[in-house]
């Protein structure tokens, strides 16, 4: 049985299974090569059903009319989940706050930007280029400050599903409807997801439990949200009341949501961030499932070829040996 174990007073991290003693790895070295963990084929699966949540649920903000509503009410759903399954969870630790703080923050910003993009552009622009940028800043950011190494075929993953995500904008151009705000609030939002990914990544293992983290800051984002919508969009309380359908498909969708991320989350504390980041970026091609069988969109050629390079992107990082 293995596990993990934060000690407060030398701030670091202990790996620990029946066959050894505790073995001293610092908080760095959680994500370097002396901590690697294969992609099981538990953690493949749970993050590919989170990757279908997420799409499900984005696409009711982008489909909504007012979708700061909608935000608010996923948000707010995540709540009666997060209370319901906090008793269950084991306790938090202390030294996790920080990280909790900090990722609430990240998610305001990351909601208040995704919003904005899905108010000045399409799903397919802004969806794929928020999603396709998160990976590479991850990966990044792994590499070169946390000490994270990686084998050329995971490297050939995480590349293949970027280039296959980031190429589905290549219809919206081919049909000159670029639109630049649309872009760049699609990659302020990458800029946010490759941000929190690490922070949630580091708080869950500091934390010692994905759950209960999880549900403390979903908590705590939701009284965030609510109190920048309280200051800067009042009005988005009234929809919430006189419209049941936004509420009834908030709280579906923040279900969905919180279901999505917790999966994650515990994701984050079984193996690397950066891959366990690109393999949910798959929640694209479900999102282009959604548009075509739901939402009757054009399918086309370009669309298809990226769908496959996505997945194969994902077979790469499956069968990649840590």
Not at 170 to 195: E, S
Not at 204 to 209: E, F, G, H, I, L
Not at 234 to 263: E, M, Q, W
Request: charge should be positive; aromatic fraction near 10%.
């Amino acid at each position: 049985m293995e596990g993990l174990v934060y000690d407060r007073e030398i701030k670091s991290v202990y790996r620990f299974d029946r066959q050894c003693a505790h073995i001293n790895v610092p908080l760095r070295g959680c994500f370097a090569g002396n901590w690697r963990i294969e992609l099981s084929t538990t953690v493949f699966l749970a993050v590919l059903l989170a990757a279908c949540l997420h799409a499900i649920w984005n696409s009711l903000v982008k489909g909504s009319d007012d979708k700061h509503a909608t935000m608010l009410a996923v948000v707010l759903g995540h709540v009666p989940v997060a209370m319901l399954a906090l008793p269950l969870a084991p306790s938090v630790s202390m030294a996790a706050l920080p990280w909790i703080m900090g990722g609430v923050a990240l998610h305001l910003g990351y909601q208040l930007f995704l919003i904005a993009g899905y108010r000045a552009g399409d799903l397919t622009l802004v969806y794929p280029i928020a999603r396709g940028s998160a990976p590479l800043i991850v990966t990044a950011v792994s590499i070169g400050i946390l000490g994270v190494s990686f084998t050329t075929m995971e490297l050939s993953g995480v590349f293949l599903i970027v280039l296959g995500l980031v190429s589905l904008t290549l219809v919206r151009r081919a049909d000159k409807t670029r639109n630049f705000r649309a872009v760049v609030m699609a990659l302020c939002t990458g800029a946010f997801i490759a941000a929190y990914s690490l922070v949630d990544g580091i708080g869950a293992r500091v934390a010692t439990s994905a759950l209960g983290f999880w549900c403390w800051a979903a908590i705590g984002n939701a009284m965030v949200l609510t109190m920048w919508m309280v200051f800067m969009r009042p009005c988005t309380f009234n929809v919430l009341k006189s419209n049941r359908s936004v509420a009834l498909s908030g709280l579906l969708g923040g279900t969905a949501s919180f279901a999505a991320y917790g999966l994650v989350i515990w994701a984050f504390t079984q193996a690397p961030i950066a891959l366990v980041t690109a393999l949910r970026e798959t929640s694209i091609v479900f999102a282009m499932l959604i548009g075509v069988g739901v939402l009757k969109e054009r399918l086309d050629l370009v669309k298809v070829i990226s769908t496959f390079v996505t997945i194969l992107g994902a077979i790469l990082l499956r069968t990649s040996k840590s």
